[in-house]
Every structure is written in structure tokens, then in C-alpha cells.
T-cell receptor
């Protein structure tokens, strides 16, 4: 079955880099996503990576995909207080014909001065 | 800009009542999803649809039902609400042209008293 796992909390100092990790079980997932949820708000797509890529960079965000280990990470450079939020990893597994979208439990990022 | 709408945003209802949570999108997306999320917690997929007249149960067992008679509309119904149904319900859609990003509604916060 599908399962997406993340560590629940991460605390970083403002200006440092943050690395949020995720493991998933379905190696046939086509897309892997990072979503951000701020308090009281809906989910917003941050970035995604196609399964045939190893890395994707978008301004302060870097996504690394290790398909062999089924490991996905999100690095936020120069973390700011506005980055404090819950970050969700998600996959589109083969079961359900890639129509399902399964989320991890979310990592709560706290940025302190 | 995401064109996916959920109504109502907040609902307080008595035990035993029948309720329908509405979700509509104007992007012509074929895939739609319902998630249940307790505050600051994991998103659990409870239902999804990959087109008109297709509905599937998600990974979290739910007493709710859904229908997909029109592409743009994916309502969720609880025949007899109970306090254990108190939660936030998030609707999302995904589809062409990109078939990658899922757009989320603002959510319906349901309280059953």
C-alpha cells in the first residue's frame, strides 16, 4: 500500500538552511510534491518533481529525489520567519491508476530569530 | 488563480442531521478529492473521483458518501452527523492541461454538537 512518512517537527534559526525529509513507498509514483500550509489557510503547491529527475531548483527551494531509496527532500535556503508553516510531501502512486494523491503527516517548521 | 470553491466555510450542526458539503471547480479538471484534516494534522484521503460517474474510497474509512454527476461538482454527504465527524474537510482538483498541480479549496470546518 501507499504510505508517505515525514518527521513531524523542525526548528531552525533565521538565515540558516532547512531540510525537510520524506520517504514514500510506491516507487512507481510519477510525481512527488511539496505543499505548504500556513495557519488557517488551505494548501499551496510549493514545487513538484517528476520521477525521472534527481533534482529541481526553484529560487530558494531545492528538491532532491533518491528514487532507489524512495527518499525526497526539500531544502529551503536562507530560511525566513515567513517560512514557518507545515510542509507536506505527497505522491501519486500507481494503485488507483495514478489518480490518487496521498499526503504525508506534515512537518511543522518553526523559524526562530 | 485556483478556481475551486467550498461551501460552507464553517458549519455547526446537531447530531443526527444530514449535511452536504459542496465543492465546485471551474477548471474542467477530471480528478477531484476529499480530504479530512484535524487541526495541524495529517490529511487523510477519504474519497476521490477521476471523472463523471466515477467515485472511489480513499485510504481512511469514512461514513460519508460522494457523487460526481457533473465534472465541476463533487459534493460530500453525511447522512447522520455525529460528534466524531467534527473535523476540517478539504476539497481538491487536478487535471489537464498540466495534470500535475492539485488546487485546494479553503476548506469546510464542521462541528457536530
Amino acid at each position: 500500500g501507499e504510505d508517505v512518512e515525514q518527521s513531524l517537527f523542525l526548528s531552525v534559526r533565521e538565515g540558516d538552511s532547512s531540510v525537510i525529509n520524506c520517504t514514500y513507498t510506491d516507487s512507481s509514483s510519477t510525481y512527488l510534491y511539496w505543499y505548504k500550509q500556513e495557519p488557517g489557510a488551505g494548501l499551496q503547491l510549493l514545487t513538484y518533481i517528476f520521477s525521472n529527475m534527481d533534482m529541481k531548483q526553484d529560487q530558494r527551494l531545492t528538491v532532491l529525489l533518491n528514487k532507489k531509496d524512495k527518499h525526497l527532500s526539500l531544502r529551503i535556503a536562507d530560511t525566513q520567519t515567513g517560512d514557518s508553516a507545515i510542509y507536506f510531501c505527497a505522491e501519486t502512486p500507481f494503485s488507483g491508476g495514478y489518480n490518487k494523491l496521498i499526503f504525508g503527516a506534515g512537518t511543522r517548521l518553526a523559524v526562530h530569530p | 488563480e485556483a478556481d475551486i470553491y467550498q461551501t460552507p466555510r464553517y458549519l455547526v450542526i446537531g447530531t443526527g442531521k444530514k449535511i452536504t458539503l459542496e465543492c465546485s471547480q471551474t477548471m474542467g479538471h477530471d480528478k477531484m478529492y476529499w480530504y479530512q484534516q484535524d487541526p495541524g494534522m495529517e490529511l487523510h484521503l477519504i474519497h476521490y473521483s477521476y471523472g463523471v460517474n466515477s467515485t472511489e474510497k480513499g485510504d481512511l474509512s469514512s461514513e460519508s458518501t460522494v457523487s460526481r454527476i457533473r465534472t465541476e461538482h463533487f459534493p460530500l454527504t453525511l447522512e447522520s452527523a455525529r460528534p466524531s465527524h467534527t473535523s476540517q474537510y478539504l476539497c481538491a482538483s487536478r487535471g489537464l492541461p498540466t495534470n500535475t498541480e492539485a488546487f485546494f479549496g479553503q476548506g469546510t470546518r464542521l462541528t457536530v454538537v
